[in-house]
């Protein structure tokens, strides 16, 4: 184990991610689109590597022309009704985000939770919870949550080719948005 | 000095302040106030604490329901022609700056920069530059650009009372944009 | 009122900030200097515009030596016994920051708020509270909390300004690790 | 191609995943666990998405232990010799990252650049350069560099899986530097 080659341990990692992605429900992905597509604007929300994760979504979700926010950056305004808020939390408990989704929630916005798990305050609390089927406790030999933060990131990215296909945008119309100033 | 007060250093600190203030150029601000208002987008560019002060008047400016980004965070798109960028650099010669504002030019944006000195790169290189006329070598008794970034951040909350005064923008209008998931 | 002059803006700014700064309590100020001397690590926290000001405050203490963290920015570790959490609130009563407060309490850290109200939740909680007596109802002329950031702003340049007396730091030392990649 | 279900999607980015990372020379990264070993402070570089991707190995360092910085947050110091910057950039050519990765050298610092290109200006400025082999022209089907940065990612992450094995480190010590304020 302590002389396993990286070789080795990347395809350990990847087929952990393939037998968690081939399990999330394809009908709530559906679901999922349908809130984006309808939603006035998008607020995404998460802590620490979740979070990361998050805005990796929200830059794509802004290059195909999407209006979208990052909770706690610094021009994101007020969420309102018809908005909606994305959160990304693998044990679906945590009460800073239990609470802001909560104070989403008063101000009329829809709520959809990625996390692992559906019986989680945060899945029972939101109007659309996706499951990222990852076993919080040792079934993955990697350490934390960082299947669950991998998972979260590659099926944001079948979503964001889904949007791309359905709405017809093409990758130069996206690196006309890309942020210049780098 | 050793045994100074605080009540005696935050004097001090406040008569360095007015000094810098009083000298700011009241016309270069009318221009400065009527490109915010022109632009299509307002892109604030900082590093460091100049950056943590452009920020802080960025939320303020986006309250104010002026569609604003910060160079740098997740969702800032292209800047494109008809955007503002507003540069805050004390020494106005930051090379990463200086590369990032004449980008941005390419693409056709205006620049407005916030210096300590008219006769840098920057200031030359800026459709419009506003002097904070704090002297970058001694005259202060506070340490590195301290001084140059009070007086920017008061500056810009200058800027911020007369645009509200001249949109006729109440405190109120500004609440309800303010963040609410914090 | 409308046609006011950007000096004549400026000049009621700072009078108001004059004003607060004249009120702070400087012996409180002593216990506050000796906390941030005796913590083996520093963590600050505030939301929105108080909490950029925070992050002034936290960049000067790490270019002066001290062990120092952002909560919420990205390699911010476990808050711990003998640490000091820093909190930053006008209102003290925000339920995330409150939240916050008390896991650090919890886990043993001190806490020390700096906000405007004495009696708010967050200063009954803290082992010391610093008032910045902004009234938070009104008798600023300047829009929600920005008499109270400015404030602490300049309290904390101010507290900055004495450890470096206190400790025999010059400028050229804070220069030696203020950040070179920018 | 329109109606592609995401478990379709999903299977093609993970192959195209799979393709790269089968290709990164396993010996490259042996010197590069070699250099984060060595290292007196890391210091982690990145715009864009590969910049959240850095930050995301910042935040297992840092949990493993490692004294870690991520260039642009508020507490990041100087960087010195004996230090590691570790340049995550796709193209290797972005002017901005040259320019810092070139201010880093000069400082003495080792640099490490993880990108697409071995013959960009950046891997031949670097002391190690590891190519995680992304075709940047057509080849993913997956928009502009999103292929790059989930090879980025999982790369790391298995780097952070061989650390861990080699250093002795386990789950429950990460735990217990996990930041807690969240």
């Keep these: 184990m302590k002389n ?25 992905t559906e679901a999922f689109i349908g809130k984006i597509l309808k939603a006035k604007r998008r ?11 998050a805005r990796c979504f929200a830059m794509r979700l802004m290059q195909m022309g999407f209006p979208v926010y990052v909770v706690g950056e610094t021009i994101t305004p007020a969420i309102e009704e018809k908005d909606l808020l994305i959160v990304c939390s693998a044990s679906g408990e945590r009460h800073l985000v239990l609470e802001m989704a909560s104070l989403a929630r008063e101000k009329g916005a829809a709520i959809c939770a990625l996390t692992s798990r559906e019986d989680s305050p945060l899945a029972k609390f939101s109007d659309l919870s996706i499951k990222i089927p990852v076993s919080l406790k040792g079934s993955s030999s990697q350490p934390l949550g960082s299947l669950f933060e991998q ?15 359905r709405l017809d945008i093409c990758e130069g119309e996206m690196r006309k948005r890309h942020a210049n100033l780098e």
């Design 4 to 28: 396993q080659s990286l070789k080795e341990v990347l395809k350990l990692i990847l087929s952990e991610i393939k037998d968690v992605l081939s399990k999330i429900d394809e009908k709530k």
């Design 43 to 53: 607020f995404l929300l998460g802590q620490g590597r979740s979070g990361l994760v």
């Design 151 to 165: 998972c979260l990131l590659l099926y944001l990215e079948g979503v964001v080719f889904v949007l791309m296909r």
